[in-house]
């Protein structure tokens, strides 16, 4: 019998992207102090991706040491401008102010998924989008910012992909099960090798 499978995550996208690709899981909410840990990792200058990973540890360690067992999966994304990473913005003036730093620049999305089993990690991956922002107007920004407010402040950045926020890019490198927060593709393989699903 495979093991159980827990996503510890509270984020819908990524409940739906598994969902979508047929996987049996349970959801469980880490309850680990994002903000303290980020902030520690940052004080310490951490990189981004080593801040994206241990997040993404942090919270499948959590859930799975009182999950006897299970597969437990916790994933992070951060977003990396010029070696700085936003956070989710905490208002709007917040949201408007990240969008117009992003105008017209590059920056990259790193998706951290790991996997613990028993209080043990047995896999991990950082997966990497590099998106350019066009240049836009003012105006449709703040227009943008107001529509969307209640979808994309859950979002790093203050964008949704998914949703109108595409219309933000010029350019997009790298899968884009990363962009929404899960290298689908890795976890896949993986929990298909480990036996967790069938081959």
């Not at 739906?16 to 200058?45: C, H, Q």
């Not at 790193?110 to 990497?128: C, T």
Request: net charge negative.
């Amino acid at each position: 019998m495979a093991d159980p499978i827990i996503l510890a995550s509270s984020s819908e996208i990524r409940a739906t992207l598994l969902r979508n690709a047929g996987v049996p899981f349970t959801t469980e909410k880490p309850r680990v102090d994002e903000e303290m840990i980020r902030a520690s990792l940052e004080a310490e200058k951490a990189s981004p991706r080593d801040i994206a990973d241990f997040l993404a540890e942090a919270k499948a360690r959590k859930v799975s040491l009182k999950a006897n067992g299970a597969l437990v999966i916790g994933c992070d994304q951060v977003l990396d401008f010029d070696g700085t990473v936003m956070s989710k913005p905490a208002d709007l003036s917040e949201c408007l102010a990240q969008l117009t730093a992003l105008r017209g620049k590059t920056h990259r999305l790193l998706s951290a998924a790991v996997i613990y089993k028993d209080g043990e990690p047995l896999w991990r991956h950082v997966g990497v989008v590099r998106l350019t922002m066009r240049e836009f107007s003012d105006d449709y920004l703040s227009d943008y910012v107001v529509r969307n407010w209640e979808s994309v402040r859950w979002s790093v950045g203050g964008y949704k992909l998914e949703e109108e926020g595409v219309r933000l890019m010029s350019r997009i490198e790298g899968d884009y099960f990363n962009v929404l927060g899960l290298p689908m593709i890795e976890l896949l393989n993986y929990l298909t090798v480990r036996g967790a699903l069938p081959a």
